[in-house]
């Protein structure tokens, strides 16, 4: 990221995010394992399309799809072409910029164990280099199924394909989930790590490429104003919500090994936390925000299992209403154990014991199958020491509240106290608001554009760093340890509902209520 220069008659701002789009990565082959699979014809190639089209590639940039399925070149282009038409944005499929682009797809059958299948990539990448498509620049995204990572970057680097010359980089980006607790975490970790250095490899969290999960950092530090009441003397407490009205969908099969802990706790939300508490960096360079990040997660005290019952709650839901439509339970959904004991929803108390911090809970919750999909962080403020209208019928009023909403109708309100008219003093909470879609006119560039992009500019600031995966596995560990060996209090809750009641108990024990959102 670079540093708006901070000058006389220039609005000093903090940093400015959007430089990095008009930045053009060097020439490279993205070279992409899983490419017949979901996120590849979801995400990965209608964003790499879509920065073409953005012109934010350079033209020898070159795309090799890698996967089990028996295609050749011709099939794939003809495959990605679909997944751009109907993934994409309406508008995208440009019949003469598709054409370029589809020239520069390339095919790999391979079985990801097999080692004459990197042999075969690396004459493939050989050639197009001497065809001039590329300078030898490589980043091979793993967008495979997990059990394959390891694999994958070992069989990479005994091809010689993980080896960085003086001028050409090999990158490895990794999807989640990087590892499924802590041991296993340090084991992938150690075995991509003896092939690729840490420089070298880029930990996928999507939610790092959200558009305001780094207007979070903008807010905080780009603004004087929120700063000095950023602390434990005037936060009362933090709610960070992650609710999804969908279920499992086709991903039954993957969800029951993981549940919600694991798909969104110790990665999505630990990096929202992590930005919300934050210290300020001294520079927005990836190692200085890294480092920053990483102090929280270390102030945050592991749970131990004997403390499980008082610091989180989980839930799996049951059959329910969304949307006045019917839907199944979770045991019923398709890939999932009839007897299944996985959670599809958590609740939990955390504390960072830090300065800052000191006795300000942060209160996380997450959950499938909820009312609404809305997912936001909410500062609640300590209400006013003295309320000065004794002789009026004010007794209250409620707390002020910062609510930073990252999806959808992304955009932050201020809810204050504001006197009714009329003679009376009778007070009511207003919101002031910001919205992204009516203050900007161009939308938000969609996360995996933003995140492969600063993948192939060597820029790691939105990536999860190994320290910090680390620690967010052992914060969990022994909970998830405890929670894979007792059973779960089956159907809890309703599809369509906020969770099981127990979660409303976790909160209220503090005398504090979840928001109705
Ligand atoms: C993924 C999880 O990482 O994030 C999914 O595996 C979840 O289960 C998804 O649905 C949510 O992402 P988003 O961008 O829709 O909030």
Avoid: C
């Avoid at 033209?59 to 089990?68: D, L």
């Avoid at 999505?268 to 934050?278: D, G, R």
């Avoid at 958590?346 to 911090?357: F, G, I, K, S, Y």
Wanted: glycine share 8%.
């Amino acid at each position: 990221m670079t540093s708006a220069p901070a000058g006389m008659g220039h609005p000093a701002t903090a940093f400015d995010l959007g430089a990095r789009l008009s930045r053009t990565p060097a020439p490279a082959a993205v070279v992409i394992f899983g490419a017949s699979g979901d996120l590849t014809h979801r995400k990965l190639m209608p964003a790499l399309y879509s920065l073409a089209l953005q012109q934010l590639l350079p033209p020898e940039m070159t795309v090799v799809g890698v996967s089990q399925t028996a295609w050749d070149d011709d099939q794939f282009r003809e495959e990605m072409r679909q997944a751009v038409a109907t993934h994409g944005p309406t508008h995208m499929l440009d019949a003469d910029i598709w054409e370029a682009f589809a020239r520069r797809l390339h095919y790999v059958p391979a079985t990801f164990d097999d080692p004459a299948a990197y042999e075969q990539l690396r004459n493939t990448l050989t050639t197009l280099h001497q065809g001039g498509e590329n300078p030898g620049n490589r980043l091979f995204y793993l967008a495979t199924a997990p059990e394959f990572f390891a694999l994958i970057a070992e069989r990479l680097g005994a091809a010689g394909l993980a080896d960085e010359q003086a001028d050409t980089f090999s990158r490895i980006v990794i999807e989640k989930p990087f590892g499924e607790d802590l041991g296993s975490a340090r084991t992938l970790n150690q075995r991509v790590g003896s092939v690729f250095g840490e420089r070298q490899t880029y930990r996928i969290d999507h939610y790092l490429g959200k558009e305001t999960v780094q207007n979070l950092l903008v807010l905080r530090f780009g603004n004087a104003i929120f700063e000095p009441i950023w602390n434990r003397r005037y936060v009362d407490h933090v709610q960070i919500t992650v609710a999804e009205d969908l279920g499992v969908e086709t991903r039954g099969g993957y969800y029951d090994q993981s549940g919600a802990l694991r798909d969104i706790v110790q990665n999505h939300i630990f990096q929202v936390l992590s930005l919300v508490a934050m210290e300020p960096p001294a520079r927005f360079d990836s190692r200085s925000v890294h480092d920053e990040k990483v102090k929280v997660l270390r102030a945050i005290p592991e749970i131990a299992a004997e403390h499980a019952h008082d610091a989180a709650v989980r839930g799996q839901y049951r059959a329910g209403f969304i949307g006045g439509q019917p839907v199944p339970g979770y045991r019923e959904e398709r890939g999932v154990a009839p007897d299944s004991n996985t959670e599809t929803f958590v609740a939990m108390r955390l504390t960072v014991d830090n300065w800052r911090w000191a006795g300000t809970p942060f209160y996380l919750r997450t959950g499938k199958r909820m009312p609404r999909r809305a997912t936001e962080v909410a500062i609640q403020f300590k209400p006013a020491p003295h309320l000065p209208f004794a002789q009026t019928a004010v007794e209250s009023t409620e707390p002020n509240l910062l609510i930073l909403r990252i999806q959808p109708d992304e955009g932050a309100s201020l809810r204050f106290s504001a006197k009714v008219p009329g003679p009376q003093v009778d007070i009511r909470n207003v919101s002031m608001d910001f919205q992204y879609g009516s203050s900007f006119l161009k939308p938000s560039a969609e996360a995996y554009e933003r995140l492969l992009l600063d993948a192939l500019l060597g820029d790691s600031t939105l990536f999860a760093r190994w320290d910090e995966v680390e620690r967010g596995w052992e914060i969990v560990d022994e909970l998830l340890q405890r929670w894979g060996t007792t059973a779960i209090a089956a159907s809890n809750y309703a599809a369509g509902t906020w969770g099981p009641t127990e979660a409303d108990a976790l909160i209220r024990r503090d005398g504090r209520e979840w928001r109705r959102l």
